[in-house]
C-alpha cells in the first residue's frame, strides 16, 4: 500500500471548514483514498473513501487531485466534536478479494477550537 | 453504529497468566481483524480471519492466537501475557469497502 504524508496538527475555528491534506504521490491506479478518524479513546470511525472523483457524504467531502497524488478532507462546518486524530489511508479496496487490513501512520490531530 | 462489541473493555492481569479477548458482531461479515494500539506506533495488525477457521497473521502476531469457530466469534488469547502486551486492543470487521471498529480492551499486564 502507498505510503501517506499528513501535517501532525492542525488548529480549526468552530463553524468554520477543516480542510486536512494528504500526500500519497506513490498511489497506484487501483488504489483508494479513505479516511478515518479516531475520537479520544474510541475505535477508529470510518468516514469517507474514493478512488479519482470527488466525493461527498453526510460527514465530509474528499478531494482527489487530477494526478491522484493528494487530497483534502473537508468538514464543513467543524464542531468541537470533531476533535480528533485523522488518518488518510491508501489501500486497494476489499473488492480485491484479499483481507487488506488498514495501515494507519501518525494521522492528523485535528483540534476545533471554540 | 456496526454491531460490534468487545469483552472484556477493561483488564488487569499478571504476567504469565493467559488472557482471551472477545469480539463478536451481528452483522454476519466474513472479515474479522485484531489490532493493538500504542503511543507512538499507531494500529497495528495482530492476526485477521477471512472465514471460519480461516486465519492468517498480521504485522505483530508473535506471542498471540487467534480463533474462530463462528462467523460472529473471534477470540483473541494470550497463552502467557508479558508487560509488553499492555495495549488498547480493537476488534474490526469489514464491509465490501469500510471497517467498523469495535469499541476497544484496554489490557493491562503488570
Known amino acids: 500500500d502507498a505510503k501517506t504524508t499528513q501535517p501532525p496538527s492542525m488548529d480549526c475555528a468552530e463553524g468554520r471548514a477543516a480542510n486536512l491534506p494528504c500526500n500519497h504521490s506513490?498511489?497506484?491506479?487501483?488504489?483508494?483514498v479513505y479516511w478515518y478518524r479516531q475520537i479520544h479513546s474510541q475505535g477508529p470511525q470510518y468516514i469517507i473513501h474514493?478512488?479519482?472523483n470527488n466525493e461527498t457524504n453526510e460527514m465530509a467531502s474528499l478531494i482527489i487531485t487530477e494526478d491522484r497524488k493528494s487530497s483534502t478532507l473537508i468538514l464543513p462546518h467543524a464542531t468541537l466534536r470533531d476533535t480528533a486524530v485523522y488518518y488518510c489511508?491508501?489501500?486497494?479496496?476489499?473488492?480485491?478479494?484479499?483481507?487488506?487490513?488498514?495501515?494507519f501512520g501518525s494521522g492528523t490531530q485535528l483540534t476545533v477550537l471554540p | 453504529d456496526a454491531g460490534i462489541t468487545q469483552s472484556p473493555r477493561h483488564k488487569v492481569t499478571e504476567t504469565g497468566t493467559p488472557v482471551t479477548l472477545r469480539c463478536h458482531q451481528t452483522?454476519?461479515?466474513?472479515?474479522m481483524y485484531w489490532y493493538r494500539q500504542d503511543p507512538g506506533h499507531g494500529l497495528r495488525l495482530i492476526h485477521y480471519?477471512?472465514?471460519?477457521?480461516?486465519?492468517d497473521k498480521g504485522e505483530v502476531s508473535d506471542g498471540y492466537s487467534v480463533s474462530r469457530s463462528k462467523t460472529e466469534d473471534f477470540l483473541l488469547t494470550l497463552e502467557s501475557a508479558t508487560s509488553s502486551q499492555t495495549s488498547v486492543y480493537f476488534c474490526?470487521?469489514?464491509?465490501?469497502?469500510?471497517?467498523?471498529f469495535g469499541p476497544g480492551t484496554r489490557l493491562t499486564v503488570l
Open positions: 474490526a470487521i469489514s464491509s465490501a469497502y469500510e471497517q467498523f
Open positions: 506513490t498511489i497506484s491506479g487501483n488504489e483508494y
Open positions: 474514493g478512488l479519482k
Open positions: 489511508i491508501v489501500r486497494l479496496s476489499q473488492r480485491s478479494g484479499s483481507a487488506r487490513q488498514l495501515t
Open positions: 452483522e454476519n461479515h466474513r472479515y
Open positions: 480471519s477471512y472465514g471460519v477457521k480461516d486465519t
